[in-house]
């Protein structure tokens, strides 16, 4: 009760004339959250499925902390470019775009206008406020395009940075996906046995899928624990294929 009278305050308090002022002159920025989450559950899910093939195939600690270090610094920086590709591809188009726009405003201005006419029209304005909401964004270019952009082309106005799409990625991979491999690292380095390492790593490997999947519920409808829960599911799922991989290329392969 106290959390739900807690929230309906801070929600409130956001409410007011000089808060909404403050946030609107900010502006709105594009969150980079999705773009380390991504890099931390596919870290997570590649290492310990190359720690799961290799304990299934009999590998020693050694071959597991070098495949998965070689994983993780190639695949990261594989993961990072192809979000910096992808990110950088989509404004591209979103500039493409804009310039379109801004080309149907000056060739077919009456155009451009009936078209803002209909999408208003389709939200359920009518009359003279539907003309004069017309008359409103088509006396400003920019905000015409910027309305053209979102209502007709579905378009996102957020300024996005590959460079930091894919930082943040990269980032996200290298530190997250380790998780499976610390405890051979500390095998290796620190000298401590451990008796079960794999058990041990899938213990914190699992602890780290509950953790990035309760991060995930930010962006869904869901609780944490059952966003955590779930993602436990998907990489437990992806590492148990890996292991009998390894088991089975064990029984075929000679080492």
């Not at 930091?164 to 290298?174: E, R, V, W, Y």
């Amino acid at each position: 009760m106290k959390n739900k009278e807690s929230s309906e305050q801070e929600i409130r308090a956001s409410h007011t004339k000089s808060a909404i002022k403050q946030r609107i002159q900010k502006g709105t920025v594009h969150s980079y959250l999705k773009d380390f989450i991504y890099g931390s559950i596919d870290g997570i899910v590649t290492t310990f499925a190359i720690v799961a093939g290799s304990v299934g195939a009999k590998f020693s600690s050694e071959v597991i902390v070098i495949l998965g270090v070689a994983n993780l610094v190639a695949d990261g920086f594989s993961m990072a470019v192809s979000n910096f590709l992808g990110t950088q591809a989509e404004e591209e188009i979103k500039k493409r775009t804009e310039k379109e726009e801004r080309l149907h405003i000056k060739l077919v201005p009456e155009g451009e206008r009936e078209e803002i006419r209909q999408i208003f029209k389709n939200k359920g304005i009518h009359g003279d406020d539907l003309e004069k909401i017309v008359e409103v964004i088509t006396s400003n270019e920019d905000l015409w395009v910027k309305t053209m952009l979102q209502e007709e082309r579905g378009v996102s106005t957020l300024i996005v940075s590959p460079h930091k799409a894919a930082l943040f990625t990269f980032i996200a991979f290298i530190l997250i996906g380790f998780f499976p491999l610390s405890i051979y690292l500390l095998q290796m380095y620190v000298g401590y046995e451990f008796t079960s390492p794999f058990l041990w790593s899938s213990i914190i490997t699992a602890l780290a899928f509950f953790t990035v999947g309760s991060i995930k519920s930010v962006y869904v409808e869901k609780s944490w624990f059952r966003c955590g829960i779930e993602t436990v599911i998907v990489g437990g799922g992806a590492a148990f294929l890996a292991y009998a991989i390894g088991m089975a290329l064990k029984q075929t392969v000679p080492f």
